[in-house]
């Protein structure tokens, strides 16, 4: 047996196996709190004494990087994820976000993982596996995950690290290691990522009049400013009364409806606000739509009222107002109007397209769309600069005749 006072000890004994050899070691009880006294900890099993001298030298080096050791060992990574989540201050529907990731694509494989043990090589096997079959959706169960979804999933995997280490149960994020877990790469996102769906303007023009005059769609003044502006449907929808301008044609975006919380709302995407000004027909609409939030009941037109609200004048939920545009298209596709399936957020797609192609200045698109960088606005309407390409050369070329 040896012992080292005050730095744990070594102790040898023996089983059916044979001779094996344990360290002890005394930690804090709460490492954030000096006067909670001390415990022993311990690791048995070595077959030799210098197999638990590095196993005694690796504690006392976590304990100086102030790292709980305990007998038991650290968390798993599921019970770790739990409290984690619960701790987190973020908006409600980031947090939605996260722990739809960590329930479908982080527990069921690695959250009987004790976070001490968890490895970089075991990240990369389980990427790869979420790569070949970790969609867990109903009708896709089983189908390979796009880059952009493993990546996520990465992304909240170093979060949950990065917040273990800070709690001093493990010392080293191995999600950062990269030449081992080999995360998807920005370029396997970006060639991954979809094409952006748009209708032309022809087609847009003829569904905003089947919906405004065949149809008589109560939404359509919604439909009409989104076209017209670019908004994202929760912002919209979080619109009052006095953020819209009618004398200035004018519509200031200040917040936006809370997808993972009903009737709530929430900053923006980018915590700002922004103006955007809006033509003289859009004017005219909401002008005459206003009116007639009034005429059925007069508080649905006073300033602090949601624009777009349901007829008791509370937010929509956008999810909501999502499944309502689908079957509005998928209607008038049945009456014979030849437009292509289009999403909401398609919507605002072809907002910013058509501009872009009409050879409007990224710039003025990024600000009426409300990205936080002009990059994202080139990067998302990559397919139209061939047509802006075009028109610049022409426009070169008409300069010089």
Do not use: C
């Not at 329930?103 to 069921?108: I, L």
């Not at 880059?147 to 280490?165: C, E, R």
């Amino acid at each position: 047996m040896t012992r080292r006072r005050g730095v744990g000890s070594i102790t040898r004994y023996r089983t059916t196996a044979g001779e094996r050899w344990r360290w002890q070691l005394r930690v804090p009880i709460d490492p954030e709190n000096a006067d909670a006294g001390t415990r022993q900890a311990g690791q048995a099993g070595y077959a030799t004494m210098k197999a638990a001298d590095a196993g005694l030298q690796d504690a006392r080096r976590k304990l100086r990087e102030h790292v709980r050791v305990t007998a038991a060992g650290a968390p798993t990574v599921g019970a770790f994820a739990a409290q984690w989540l619960d701790g987190l201050r973020l908006e409600a529907s980031t947090i939605q976000g996260y722990t739809r990731i960590v329930r479908n694509h982080v527990v069921p494989q690695l959250g009987a993982t004790r976070l001490d043990r968890l490895t970089s090589s075991r990240l990369s096997t389980h990427y790869r596996f979420l790569e070949r079959e970790g969609r867990r959706d109903g009708k896709h169960w089983g189908e390979p995950l796009s880059a952009n979804t493993v990546n996520k999933v990465h992304v909240v995997i170093g979060a949950l690290l990065d917040a273990a280490i800070e709690d001093g149960l493990i010392s080293v994020n191995v999600a950062r290691k990269r030449r081992t877990v080999q995360a998807p790469t920005s370029k396997q996102v970006r060639t991954q990522r979809p094409e952006v769906a748009t209708w032309s303007a022809a087609e847009l023009a003829a569904f905003l009049a089947w919906d405004r005059d065949v149809y008589r769609d109560d939404l359509y003044s919604l439909w009409h400013a989104i076209a017209y502006t670019g908004m994202r449907r929760s912002e919209a929808l979080a619109l009052r009364w006095g953020d819209v301008d009618i004398v200035h044609g004018r519509i200031s975006v200040r917040r936006a409806a809370d997808t993972a919380r009903a009737r709530e709302v929430k900053t923006t995407k980018t915590g700002g606000g922004r103006a955007i000004d809006i033509d003289p027909a859009t004017v005219a609409v909401l002008r005459a739509y206003k009116a007639l939030r009034g005429q059925v009941h007069l508080p649905h037109a006073h300033a602090d009222a949601f624009a777009f609200g349901n007829m008791s004048g509370e937010l929509r939920a956008p999810n909501e107002i999502s499944r309502r545009w689908v079957y509005r298209v998928a209607t008038a596709q049945r009456a014979g109007i030849d437009v292509p399936r289009l999403t909401l957020k398609g919507l605002r797609h072809t907002h910013a397209t058509l501009l872009l192609e009409a050879g409007t200045h990224a710039k003025v698109v990024q600000e009426r769309l409300g990205h936080a960088d002009i990059s994202t606005t080139m990067n998302i309407y990559s397919h139209v600069t061939p047509t802006m390409q075009r028109s610049a050369a022409d426009r070169f070329a008409e300069l010089l005749r």
